[in-house]
Nanobody
């Protein structure tokens, strides 16, 4: 059974930075594309960044493009999200999961996520 463990969230001031990590166990991590998702209070979970299994292609939602960077280390079965120039609207619970570039998504069971709160 695949387990996803997100970490690195916290309280940060506007304009600050955080780096999130997601450790994946129980799967052939290196063959899967991965994504970072977030869910703000009262809103649906949304995909904000994705990366191919080899890390050669990335894609970002408009809301985070130019501020966030997704990366991965297949040797460590870990995917990262570097978040810079944080804004209050980035406040959400952040999750990772596998990503499907085409066709319907088939995510693993979601982890607990990591809370990011951006305040002044």
């Amino acid at each position: 059974q695949v387990q996803l463990v997100e970490s690195g969230g916290g309280l940060v001031q506007i304009g600050g930075s955080l780096k999130l990590s997601c450790a994946v166990s129980g799967s052939l991590f290196s063959i899967e594309s991965m994504g970072w998702f977030r869910q703000a209070p009262g809103k649906e979970r949304e995909l904000i960044a994705a990366i191919t299994n080899r890390g050669d292609i990335t894609n970002y939602a408009d809301s985070v493009s130019g501020r966030f960077t997704i990366s991965r280390d297949n040797a460590k079965n870990t995917v990262y999200l570097q978040m810079n120039s944080l804004k209050p609207e980035d406040t959400a619970v952040y999750y990772c999961n596998k990503h499907s570039w085409s066709g319907p998504p088939s995510p693993w069971t979601w982890g607990q996520g990591t809370q990011v709160t951006v305040s002044s």
